[in-house]
C-alpha cells in the first residue's frame, strides 16, 4: 500500500488522489494508515466498506485489495460487483477455481485490473520477453523457476489467546472458524493451507510469470496440463518445507511442437538438475544469483528480476537485443494508477492499460494453483484449462481442493450490480 500510496502522490494530477477509505482488521494496522490519510473512513470489515458504497454513502474509483490470500476473491469480488477499478495483490485468488469466477465477473464490468505481480513492469523482465520471442535460445522446451525461502510447517497453537488489537472473526473472513493461532498475522498465515499456499503460491505468481508471458500462454487456446509434486507428506494444517512440481503443458492447436511444454518449480532449498548440471560445468553459483532459467533448442537464459544472462557464452556472443516491442513503465502500480484515471475520465479502451489485468492474472494464478492442488491430491493429475476441471484417477481429491466451501455471509459475488 505504501508503494501505492507513493506513486500516486508524485503523480501529474496529486489532486486525483485521495484516500477515501482505509480497512483493516488489525488496530494497530489502521491507526497508522490513518496518520498517512486522515481524512479517510475506517473500516474493521469490509463488507461494510461495499455497502456504503453501493447506497452512496462513500464514493470511491478504484479498490487495493492486499488482504492475506485466503480473502483475495472475497474482497476483490465486491470490488468489481461494484464495478469499481481493482489492483489486488498475488495471488489473485486462493484456488484455481476463484481466479476463474474474478476473471469472467472483471470481463463482464470492463473496468482497469491489475494483479500486483510488481516485476512483470520491470526492464529486465521485457527485454527478456523480447529475447525469448525473437529466438534468441531457439525454441524453449523447458523452463524451471526456484525460490529457496521456504513458508512451511504451519501448526496451530491450542489455547492462545487473540491480541487485543486484532479481530480474528474478521480476519478468517471467508474460511472456516477456527482457535486463533499465535502469530499468525501479519505474514506467517503464508504457512498454512487455510489462508496461503506456501512458497509456491506466495512467489510463483513473480517468478513464473517470466515464462508465462514469454510463451503466451495467456493467450493460447485448448491448453491441458498434466502435473506431478514431490515433496514431504502432505500434512493437513501446514505447507510443506519443499516443493517440487512439474506441469507438461499441451494444446491441441496453438503450440507448433507435438512435444509438451515443460515447467518446474523448486523451493525450499530443492535445485533444477538442470541448474545443477551447468552449474558444475560453469563452477558458478547459478542457484543462488537467479531464479529462472528457459532452455532452449540453442542454448539457455538465465534471468532473475534484475538481470538475464544468455548461455553458452558463445551462444550469448551472437545474440543481439532484437528490437523493443513491449513499452517501458514507470512502474506496475503506475500502470494501474494511469489506468484508472483513464477510466475515470471516460476512455473505452482504459481495462485494456494494464499489462497483468484479471483476464492474464487468473490464467497464471491457475497454472500456479493446480500445482499444490496437485501436491496436495498426493497424485500426478490433469487439467483441462478450457473446461476448468481435472481428469484421470485423482480428479474428485483434486477437484475437493478447488471449492472451498465459504462461511455464511462471506460468499463471492459473481455478478455486478445494475
Known amino acids: 500500500m505504501n508503494e501505492l500510496i507513493a506513486e ?17 482488521v488489525d488496530e494497530r494496522s489502521l491507526v497508522g494508515a490513518e496518520s498517512v490519510a486522515p481524512q479517510a473512513r475506517l473500516y474493521r470489515d469490509f463488507r461494510k466498506l461495499f455497502e456504503d458504497v453501493d447506497d452512496g454513502v462513500l464514493e470511491v474509483d478504484a479498490v487495493m ?58 526492464d529486465n523482465y521485457r527485454a527478456v520477453v523480447e529475447l525469448i520471442r525473437s529466438g534468441a535460445i531457439g525454441e524453449v522446451t523447458a523452463a524451471d523457476g526456484w525460490d529457496a525461502r521456504s513458508w512451511c510447517c504451519g501448526a496451530l497453537t491450542p489455547d492462545a489467546r487473540v491480541p487485543d488489537h486484532l479481530n480474528w472473526d474478521l480476519w ?29 503460491g506466495d512467489m510463483a505468481c513473480h ?12 493467450e493460447r487456446d485448448n491448453l491441458s496440463a ?63 544469483r537467479f531464479n529462472m532459467l528457459f532452455q ?6 538465465f534471468s532473475n528480476y534484475n538481470e538475464h544472462l544468455v548461455l553458452p557464452h558463445a551462444l550469448a556472443a551472437e545474440v543481439r537485443p532484437p ?10 502500480h503506475r500502470e494501474w494508477i494511469d489506468a484508472v484515471r483513464a477510466w475515470v475520465s471516460g476512455r473505452p479502451d482504459a481495462a485494456a492499460m494494464t499489462s497483468s489485468n484479471f483476464a492474464y492474472a487468473a490464467r497464471l494464478t491457475e497454472l500456479v494453483l493446480i500445482g499444490t492442488a496437485a501436491f496436495r491430491a498426493q497424485s500426478p493429475i490433469s487439467y483441462d484449462f478450457g473446461e476448468g476441471a481435472f481428469t484421470g484417477p485423482a480428479a474428485e481429491r483434486a477437484t475437493r481442493l478447488l471449492n472451498e466451501p465459504a462461511r455464511d455471509g462471506w460468499q463471492m459475488r459473481t455478478r455486478a450490480k445494475g
Open 323 to 332: 528490437a523493443p516491442t513491449l513499452p517501458r513503465l514507470r512502474g506496475h
Open 207 to 218: 517468478i513464473l510469470d517470466l515464462p508465462f508471458w514469454a510463451l503466451g500462454l495467456a
Open 8 to 24: 500516486c502522490a508524485a503523480g501529474s494530477q496529486p489532486a486525483f488522489i485521495v484516500i477515501a477509505a482505509l480497512c483493516d
Open 226 to 288: 498434466e502435473v506431478r509434486a514431490t515433496g514431504p507428506s502432505p500434512d493437513l494444517i501446514g505447507c510443506p518445507t519443499s516443493l517440487e512440481v512439474s506441469w507438461a503443458i499441451h494444446s491441441a492447436h496453438d503450440l507448433p511442437r507435438s512435444d509438451p511444454l515443460n515447467f518446474r518449480w523448486f523451493d525450499g532449498g530443492s535445485i533444477s538438475p538442470t541448474v545443477q548440471e551447468l552449474a558444475g560445468k560453469d563452477r558458478h553459483d547459478y542457484a543462488g
Open 65 to 122: 485489495v492486499s488482504t492475506p490470500d485466503h480473502t483475495h476473491a472475497c474482497a476483490t469480488s465486491f470490488a468489481l460487483a461494484c464495478r469499481l477499478p481493482v489492483y489486488c495483490e498475488k495471488p489473485l485468488t486462493h484456488t484455481a477455481s476463484q481466479a476463474r469466477a474474478i476473471a469472467r465477473l472483471a470481463q463482464e464490468v470492463g473496468v482497469p485490473t491489475q494483479m500486483g505481480n510488481q516485476i512483470h513492469a520491470g
Open 296 to 301: 532452449g533448442t540453442k542454448g539457455f537464459l
Open 172 to 200: 478468517q473472513g471467508p474460511a472456516a472458524a477456527s482457535a486463533y493461532i499465535d502469530g499468525i498475522s501479519p505474514g506467517n498465515w503464508r504457512r498454512y493451507w487455510n489462508y496461503g499456499n506456501g512458497t509456491l
